[in-house]
């Protein structure tokens, strides 16, 4: 069955650099959109990042903007997120989170258990 | 950036109740607005895209409607399993990838 497991989370001091990782099987990888999308604690989702099936586009939301970077290995089915300069307000838990394109209508889905990153002194 | 808004931010109701929940574009995204449920400690799941489709393996008691900049979410017959907080999404114009900020389902 489609799955995606994320790696990498913890405690981190702030200013420090993590990298998260998103194991992802029972699907063609190579073929989907990759995004990863957090939630802080008690809070809403937040679109963070996508990259391109190819991995040639990648887009930020403004908060994470030449902080963050998404890659991805295609080889590997593996999706990445490095997490330079963080914050405390980077404390949340990431999802690793499919997208579904249809005819230019696009949702995401399936979407990982998620992994805490806990950004603090 | 498009904003979603969505009302109310929470309510109570009964097993058996008729549950509506509204999301609302600062600007027209057509149908380009999907349904998310998550529960306590768990990822969201998908419930209905385009608006009004829903995902296979969802409960047909599930239903979205809506076009432009106003959409509900309804429930026919709400059941235990149910109790959860919902997020709507545009994917309209992107990025970013919106979300409203949440409802609450909770049991009366």
């Known amino acids: 069955q489609v799955q995606l497991v994320e790696s990498g989370g913890g405690v981190v001091q702030p200013g420090r650099s993590l990298r998260l990782s998103c194991a992802a099987s029972?699907?063609?990888?190579?073929?989907?959109?990759m995004n990863w999308v957090r939630q802080a604690p008690g809070k809403g989702l937040e679109w963070v990042a996508l990259i391109w099936d190819d991995g040639s586009k990648k887009y930020y939301a403004d908060s994470v903007k030449g902080r963050f970077t998404i890659s991805r290995d295609n080889s590997k089915n593996t999706l990445y997120l490095q997490m330079n300069s963080l914050r405390a307000d980077d404390t949340a838990v990431y999802y690793c989170?499919?997208?579904?394109?249809?005819?230019?209508?696009?949702?995401?889905?399936?979407w990982g258990q998620g992994t805490l990153v806990t950004v603090s002194s | 950036d498009i904003q979603m808004t969505q009302s109310p931010s929470s309510l109570s109701a009964s097993v058996g109740d008729r549950v509506t929940i509204t999301c609302r574009a600062s600007q027209s995204i057509r149908n380009y607005l999907n349904w998310y449920q998550q529960k306590p400690g768990k990822a969201p799941k998908l419930l209905i895209y385009?608006?009004?489709s829903l995902q296979s393996g969802v409960p047909s008691r599930f239903s979205g409607s809506g076009s432009g900049t106003d959409f509900t979410l309804t429930i026919s017959s709400l059941q235990p399993e149910d109790f959860a907080t919902y997020y709507c999404?545009?994917?309209?114009?992107?990025?970013?990838?919106?979300f409203g900020h949440g409802t609450k389902v909770e049991i009366k």
């Open positions: 029972g699907f063609t990888f190579s073929n989907y959109g």
């Open positions: 989170v499919t997208m579904v394109t249809v005819t230019a209508v696009s949702w995401f889905d399936p």
């Open positions: 385009a608006a009004s």
């Open positions: 999404q545009q994917s309209y114009i992107t990025p970013p990838w919106t």
